[in-house]
């Protein structure tokens, strides 16, 4: 039986925020005490179906909206989310974790796309050519789609909501966000705030749930478009049945992001630089370096590398000076510690091993330390799986293109780090390596929202990514038309409307 004196999560169906007739809930829990926060709805079928309605009715008129008024609402927006950056960090640390820094971190990106959905007016700029024939102009239109959705994955709980629905409602569509029902407070403030902002009823809708919420989504014949962030194992189903059903589709995926680290490369910026990106987050990013290939001489770092290491805090995400914070669940923590013996069961060597770390004041937590596997081979399941935790796995290689070969051969394609301080190395590595977004001397190069985020091979499927200039496209249609227009002495009609146009 549910615990009434647990706050609920809300569903937001045409502008208003409203409780769930469902039966079926689950409890929201901070990672570093097991308190339950909330419990989030599983939406039934008929909210679902009302939320989609809502979104239909509502892209009547807004799809017809000035371009201003819209980019208006997103400058509101953008100051409402500056506003609250404290409140909305600490309710994001309480239900996932990470720290507050990182929290505001994660609120600071999904901004940034904010800011650039407010400059919509010059993104969704059409073309024109004058006089393609006689007297005849072609031009563009990109025109919004009609009620676009957004299923989104438990690590960034803001950032990537605000990846997704902004830019879609900014073009004119109408929107259907479901969030991660790990973690949906945040992302409710931010939908609040949206609202607050100016964002009319039934343009934002929010959903709660799992598999039904999902497949309802993928199957609903009024969403014309889906953005998935989260598993490859999900986000291809999601491709498969939302373009079987006619519908565009960007499902972005698991990753196994590998970083090189070349002799020559400035040694304590480099170890800095790996620690932040294989541990910070608890490893629970898709841009994350839990695999880093030591080339030639650099070899010798390992122990350097594995002292830094022994020096990150491990406490609750709102304890100043903590490094790493908890994982998401405990299932998460059975998994990464199981994973964790699994390297040791295949013959890796556990440098460092980070399990059932000792954490003052948080006896409860999901805690894991973070563990450094050397004599790591290919075939390895901690090499092959995302463990998705503070697991950094070390291989060698003698030459640089031994490195890039073997990064090449992994299914993956999310993102990749070199370190060197040769130019040569680095434009070689940036030619030669097919990975979708490629760091020189930068762990995590996730691209600001001037242009979009480009995983590639396994990690993404669907051409054009989340925010910037391909998102504008996803989430419109191009209308090409061409036009001329007769005097009113003009008799010369042609029957051949090729030789007119000649
Ligand atoms: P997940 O795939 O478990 O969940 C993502 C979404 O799918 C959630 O909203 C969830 O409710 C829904 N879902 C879960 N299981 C489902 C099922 N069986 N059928 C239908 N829907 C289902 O992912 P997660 O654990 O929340 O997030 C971590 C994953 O996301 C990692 O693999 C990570 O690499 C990936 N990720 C990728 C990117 C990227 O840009 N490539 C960014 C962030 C996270």
């Known amino acids: 039986m549910a615990d009434n004196r647990v706050p609920t999560v809300k569903l937001l169906i045409n502008g208003k925020f409203v409780e769930s007739q469902t039966t079926q809930w689950r409890d929201v829990v901070n990672p570093a005490t097991q308190e339950v926060l909330a419990r989030v709805p599983f939406a039934t079928t008929d909210e679902m179906n009302a939320a989609v309605a809502s979104a239909k009715q509502a892209f009547k008129t807004w799809r017809k909206t000035p371009i201003g008024a819209r980019a208006r609402v997103f400058l509101k927006y953008q100051q409402l989310i500056r506003e609250n950056m404290k409140e909305l960090a ?46 005849v102009d072609t031009f563009t239109l990109l025109q919004p789609l009609g009620v676009c959705a957004g299923i989104t994955p438990f690590n960034f709980p803001a950032m990537i909501p605000l ?44 959903i709660h ?65 790996l620690l932040g990106a294989a541990f910070g987050a608890a490893g629970q990013r898709c841009m994350a370096l839990p695999v880093v290939i030591l080339v030639g001489e650099a070899q010798s770092w390992l122990p350097e590398l594995i002292e830094k290491t022994k020096g990150l805090r491990i406490s609750a995400g709102v304890e100043p000076g903590t490094d ?14 199981s994973l964790i013996a699994t390297g040791v069961e295949q013959g890796a060597t556990l440098e460092l091993d980070g399990r059932n770390p000792e954490v003052a004041g948080y006896a ?73 977004q490629v760091g020189i001397n930068v762990p995590i190069p996730v691209p600001v929202p001037l242009f979009s985020f480009s995983g590639s091979r396994a990690s ?20 090409t038309i061409t036009e001329r227009w007769f005097d009113e002495d003009d008799v010369s009609a042609a029957v051949n409307t090729t030789i007119t146009l000649k």
């Open 90 to 135: 600490a309710i994001l640390t309480a239900e996932q974790g990470k720290t507050l820094p990182d929290a505001e971190g994660d609120v600071f990106r999904g901004l940034e796309v904010v800011e650039h959905a407010a400059s919509i007016g010059n993104l969704q700029l059409g073309e024109l050519a004058n006089n393609v024939a006689g007297g």
């Open 163 to 206: 990846w997704m629905f902004p830019m879609a409602i900014a073009t004119g569509n109408t929107f259907i966000l479901k969030p991660s029902e790990q973690d949906p407070m945040v992302t409710m403030r931010l939908a609040e705030l949206a609202i607050e902002a100016g964002v009319p009823p039934g343009v934002l809708n929010v």
């Open 209 to 273: 749930g799992g598999v039904d919420a999902v497949n309802l989504i993928c199957d609903h014949p009024d969403i014309k478009a889906v953005s998935f962030v989260g598993s490859t194992k999900v986000g291809t189903h999601v491709y498969n049945r939302a373009t079987l059903n006619g519908k565009r589709a960007q499902c972005m995926m698991g990753a196994k992001n590998h970083a090189i680290v070349l002799p020559d490369a400035n040694k304590q910026q480099t170890l800095n630089n």
């Open 324 to 337: 790493i914070g908890p994982v998401v669940s405990c299932s998460a923590l059975d998994r990464i510690s």
């Open 364 to 436: 409860q937590g999901n805690f894991v330390g973070p563990t450094i596997f050397s004599g790591v081979t290919t075939d390895m399941t901690i090499y092959r799986e995302e463990i998705f935790g503070p697991v950094l796995c070390v291989l060698h290689a003698e030459t640089l293109n031994d490195a890039i070969e073997l990064i090449n051969a992994n299914p993956n394609g999310n993102g990749t780090a070199l370190f060197t301080r040769s130019g040569a190395a680095a434009r070689h590595f940036q030619e030669e390596i097919d990975v979708g």
């Open 460 to 479: 993404k499927l669907g051409d054009l990514g989340p925010y910037g200039k391909q998102v504008v496209q996803f989430y419109t249609q191009t209308k």
